[in-house]
């Protein structure tokens, strides 16, 4: 079987594994545009923000426990917790009073859980559907988070400038909660 026919075989799995692997990285890609809001409102100099670096750190012992769950128990339940779980970090965002340790709580938080919706889980899909066209669909898949980035920090501007940064950061979390379900309905029977 070609290639194209095989990623046009089974193109419905590439729109979860697509949805998850982006959902898995807004919580990255919104920092740099909330940065400057946080800044201001309690004063934390960039100095800070650069030990986010660290609590990436802190996802690694986890990540071989979310791949034995997602053997175990399969995509759709594995991605299923962790999209019911991430909006409870923006919402914790959004409560903020100007500790950064709590920030960098949630923040290390939002990466662990996020690790149930993004490649680790989704691209099994991958692996177990395409034989031809793996890398290609691979490809595709973790393209998705730098198209997203593109449309998000313009998005993430306006609502900032409409709303505030604390209903942002609810945004964020509902889009992260609906879109995620869709996600997860999308991957079918595995």
Same mark, same amino acid.
């Given at each position: ?45 960039? $100095?800070?923000? $650069? ?27 594995? $991605? ?111």
């Amino acid at each position: 079987e070609p290639r194209y026919t095989e990623l046009a075989r089974h193109w419905p799995l590439l729109a979860p594994c697509v949805a998850g692997i982006v959902l898995s990285s807004v919580s990255g890609y919104s920092l740099g545009v909330l940065m400057p809001a946080l800044e201001q409102e309690f004063g934390w100099s960039r $100095a800070q923000f $650069a030990l986010i670096g660290i609590t990436m750190l802190l996802t690694l012992p986890f990540l071989p426990f979310f791949g034995r769950l997602t053997d175990r128990f399969g995509v759709r339940k594995v $991605a299923l917790v962790g999209v019911l779980l991430m909006p409870f970090g923006f919402i914790g965002y959004s409560q903020m009073q100007g500790d950064f340790t709590t920030y960098l709580v949630l923040f290390t938080a939002i990466l662990i859980v996020g690790s149930m919706v993004g490649p680790l889980v989704f691209t099994r899909l991958i692996a177990a559907n395409f034989v031809r066209a793996q890398g290609l669909a691979l490809t595709v898949v973790n393209c998705a988070p730098a198209v997203l980035a593109l449309a998000l920090a313009p998005a993430l501007n306006m609502c900032i400038e409409a709303i505030g940064w604390r209903s942002t950061y609810l945004v964020l979390g509902a889009f992260v909660l609906v879109s995620g379900l869709i996600a997860v309905l999308l991957v079918g029977k595995e």
